[in-house]
Every structure is written in structure tokens, then in C-alpha cells.
T-cell receptor, first 118, second 115 residues
Framework: GAVVSQHPSWVICKSGTSVKIECRSLDFQATTMFWYRQFPKQSLMLMATSNEGSKATYEQGVEKDKFLINHASLTLSTLTVTSAHPEDSSFYIC??????????????FGPGTRLTVL | AQSVAQPEDQVNVAEGNPLTVKCTYSVSGNPYLFWYVQYPNRGLQFLLKYITGDNLVKGSYGFEAEFNKSQTSFHLKKPSALVSDSALYFCAASMTTDSWGKFQFGAGTQVVVTP
């Protein structure tokens, strides 16, 4: 149980285009979802936290207009990288906290999405 | 400010030898502590967590970790390392008082197990 999926697993796009990444909790309802960014061999950097039905809370230094997050339901959150540029190339990972299992703050992680912007 | 430190960028160990990956934390209250492993181009896989109670926590794939409150440490251990344990390991802390449940990650430690 507690499986999180991400789609696509990898994407290549041209500079200036927008890319949407989906994060789904497959067998549980997620009260909160997190979006992270990871550079090669580095730690995860939290980008934003989102709760179902409300606006995402972005970490300092993360551009809200560039990284649009929508948490439309208890099982789906999307990250849209708008007007992508090569510097946005990275590994994006989402995680989710399970409703009813949040007392330990445990997060379940998706497999990640590799974004390459040409 | 909360922080998690993994003092070693890389740990090298021969297969069959004990493996230890260090983690210390600095928080202003009681933390939940976690260990995750990441293989190349993959997400994080959960290994174990400390919530409360017994200081020695046993987890997946033969890993265990010991919570030491006085030293604010949560070192990951495995008695006999396997080549397949070669991966990137992350320690994370989350405050019990944080309603969002945000994680503070360490920088990660690359484990290299040689045959």
C-alpha cells in the first residue's frame, strides 16, 4: 500500500514550452503533497507544499508563476513548469502524506520525473 | 533553524563488512526521523523511521538505526553490506509540531560497496 506514481517518468521539451507533471496517490487519499527538485547527486530541495482544494505554499526563492501547482483532488497533484528553460532541467519528485496516517508525518515518494529542456 | 547533517559525502565499504551511515540533527523539539535510499534516476525508497519508544529501529533490507537523543544522532547501520546496497542514502527529520509535516533532508551520503 501507499504507492505514489508520477507521469511522465521523463520528458524532453523545447525551450519556451510548458510541461505538466502528474503525481497520483494510487491506493490512499493524500491530505498533503510535496514537490521537490533534485540536482545530480544532491539532496532534495522542497519547492512547495499543497493541500487539496487550496493554494500551494511555495518555499522561498521558488517562482510561483513559473512552477504552477494544482492539487485538484485527494489523489492528484500537478506541477506545471511554464515557459521552460534549460536551467529548469532537473529531477522532480513528489511525495504525499496519507489521510489518517499523518500522525508520524510520514511521506510516500513518487519515482520522480526527469525533465530535460533543450 | 532545523537542520540535518550527513557528515560523509561518500562511504566506501567492502562487501560483507559492516556499513554505517552517519546522521545528526539539530531541531528545537522532538523529531520524527527517517532514512531513505535512492537508486539512480529513481525516487526515494523508505528504509525505516523513528517515532518514539525503542531507540533501536529495524527496517527494510536488513538495515537498522539507533536513535541517540543525547548525541542527537540517528546513524544507519547494516551488519553485512551487499554490493546492491550501493546507492545514495538520505536522512530526514520532521518536527512533531509541524502540521504540514515538512521534511528537512540531509545532503545525502553515497555508499559504495565493493565486491
Amino acid at each position: 500500500g501507499a504507492v505514489v506514481s508520477q507521469h511522465p517518468s521523463w520528458v524532453i521539451c523545447k525551450s519556451g514550452t510548458s510541461v505538466k507533471i502528474e503525481c497520483r496517490s494510487l491506493d490512499f487519499q493524500a491530505t498533503t503533497m510535496f514537490w521537490y527538485r533534485q540536482f545530480p547527486k544532491q539532496s532534495l530541495m522542497l519547492m512547495a507544499t499543497s493541500n487539496e482544494g487550496s493554494k500551494a505554499t511555495y518555499e522561498q526563492g521558488v517562482e510561483k508563476d513559473k512552477f504552477l501547482i494544482n492539487h485538484a483532488s485527494l489523489t492528484l497533484s500537478t506541477l506545471t513548469v511554464t515557459s521552460a528553460h534549460p536551467e529548469d532541467s532537473s529531477f522532480y519528485i513528489c511525495s504525499a502524506r496519507a489521510r489518517g496516517r499523518s500522525s508520524y508525518n510520514e511521506q510516500f515518494f513518487g519515482p520522480g520525473t526527469r525533465l530535460t529542456v533543450l | 533553524a532545523q537542520s540535518v547533517a550527513q557528515p560523509e559525502d561518500q562511504v566506501n565499504v567492502a562487501e560483507g563488512n559492516p556499513l554505517t551511515v552517519k546522521c545528526t540533527y539539530s531541531v528545537s523539539g522532538n523529531p520524527y526521523l527517517f532514512w531513505y535510499v535512492q537508486y539512480p534516476n529513481r525516487g526515494l525508497q523508505f528504509l525505516l523511521k523513528y517515532i518514539t519508544g525503542d531507540n533501536l529501529v529495524k527496517g527494510s533490507y536488513g538495515f537498522e538505526a539507533e536513535f541517540n537523543k543525547s548525541q542527537t544522532s540517528f546513524h544507519l547501520k547494516k551488519p553485512s553490506a551487499l554490493v546492491s546496497d550501493s546507492a545514495l542514502y538520505f536522512c530526514a527529520a520532521s518536527m512533531t509540531t509541524d502540521s504540514w509535516g515538512k521534511f528537512q533532508f540531509g545532503a545525502g551520503t553515497q555508499v559504495v560497496v565493493t565486491p
